[in-house]
């Protein structure tokens, strides 16, 4: 069958990759450069399998930048359009979505949307009653970044938002282009579907930020982290995963995912969504506060992504650490190879690696890379475990 898929990022292109193996696949994207990228089997983004399957795979994938040509005769549209935060309306920005369903509805074409973008609960149920239209569900995606179409080989599981043949042919679709065997599929409303996407994201940051605030008290107190959390994760029920501390929490999903479900709990009672949103600040406040009490006057900052192998760094913990140092007077200087301008948010950049080595004091690495080990003295990190979670 076609299927188009809304949005190119990281959750579209995995997505229209998978699809592709087994279906028309027909990428729809606003940036010309990126739909060349991708007609030229180039991947826009980084992430280790997708350029594989670029590499070695045929696809029977193209983009387009034109949107009847990528919904006509389509019998499945999957909107991974991006949601940011509105920090003002306290409300994902959800016009990208929204722009996609009225170009569908105004095409008039037999054809179901799977909201794959992170979205309010009860936004499917809105978008159903303001377009009069029932061709709309909700289906979260959970993908790692530069792991995204690994993620979607191997899925933990896959939820569709509605009980129905529809929802099972689409299901249906995703595990056939999985690798992975005897996936689990939950069907359920939108609603719920929508809620399952905030309430796992913001349980993640809850254990990270549990795990950074566990670091806090050890770094205060002067004692070993790891001991304390490899304790602690003796128990089978506790577990040994997802422990490392960092800065904090950051990236695409969690920060903004986090305050959505803090702004869907209005006048429903609760304390811990709102202490998982504000423990992340405080963590940063404390990183900024260890800082300045060794007194450095040029601080490095060694990578501004969030992850190894990633050329993302959308809301990385990292730049709330810069602004903070920033008021402090500090000067900072930036070495991030993804960058090619001198300049990031008025902080000088630096691209000889030695150089910067040279000229900070101190150098902030949320994760430590092995290249550092030879300034090791230099290097500020909480990262225990040199892995990305």
Do not use: W
């Not at 690798?179 to 990270?208: D, G, H, Q």
């Amino acid at each position: 069958m076609k299927i188009a898929v809304a949005g190119t990022g990281y959750v579209g292109l995995s997505m229209a990759v998978l699809l592709s193996q087994n279906n028309e696949v027909v990428a729809l994207d606003i940036v010309p450069e990126k739909v060349e990228m991708i007609n030229n089997r180039i991947s826009p983004i980084k992430d280790k399998e997708i350029e594989e399957f670029f590499k070695d795979k045929k696809l029977n994938l193209r983009a387009t930048l034109d949107y009847k040509e990528a919904f006509e005769d389509a019998e499945f549209i999957v909107i991974s359009t991006p949601t940011n935060y509105d920090d003002v309306q306290n409300h994902f920005d959800t016009s990208s979505v929204e722009d996609i369903i009225q170009k569908v509805t105004s095409l008039h074409i037999d054809a179901t949307m799977i909201v794959k973008s992170t979205i309010p609960v009860g936004f499917i149920k809105n978008m159903k009653e303001k377009y009069n239209i029932d061709n709309i569900l909700f289906s979260p995606e959970f993908l790692r970044e530069g792991r995204a179409l690994y993620d979607n080989l191997y899925p933990s599981r896959i939820i569709v938002g509605e009980k129905s043949q529809r929802a099972e042919k689409f299901a249906n679709l995703l595990i056939e282009g999985a690798i992975k065997e005897n996936i689990v599929v939950k069907y359920m409303n939108s609603t719920e579907a929508e809620a399952v996407k905030l309430f796992a994201n913001t349980y993640l940051a809850l254990r990270i930020s549990y795990f950074n605030e566990l670091d806090t008290y050890a770094e205060i107190n002067k004692l070993n982290t790891k001991d304390i959390i490899e304790g602690v994760g003796l128990d089978p029920r506790i577990g040994t995963h997802y422990n490392n501390p960092s800065f904090g929490y950051g990236g695409y999903c969690l920060p903004k995912d986090t305050k959505q479900l803090l702004a869907n709990y209005c006048q429903i009672p609760q304390n811990l969504i709102e202490a998982i949103v504000k423990s992340n600040d405080t963590r940063k406040d404390h990183i900024v506060s260890m800082i300045m009490q060794k007194n450095p006057k040029t601080v490095g900052v060694y990578r501004l992504t969030m992850k190894k192998d990633s050329d993302n760094f959308r809301a990385s913990a990292i730049q709330g650490i810069i602004e903070r140092l920033k008021s402090e007077n500090i000067e900072i200087i930036i070495y991030e190879p993804t960058l090619h301008e001198e300049k990031y948010k008025e902080c000088q950049v630096i691209s000889d690696f030695n150089y910067f080595t040279e000229k900070s004091d101190i150098i902030l690495a949320n994760r430590f890379e092995e290249s550092l080990r030879s300034v090791s003295q230099k290097v500020y990190t909480r990262d225990l475990y040199s892995r990305d979670d």
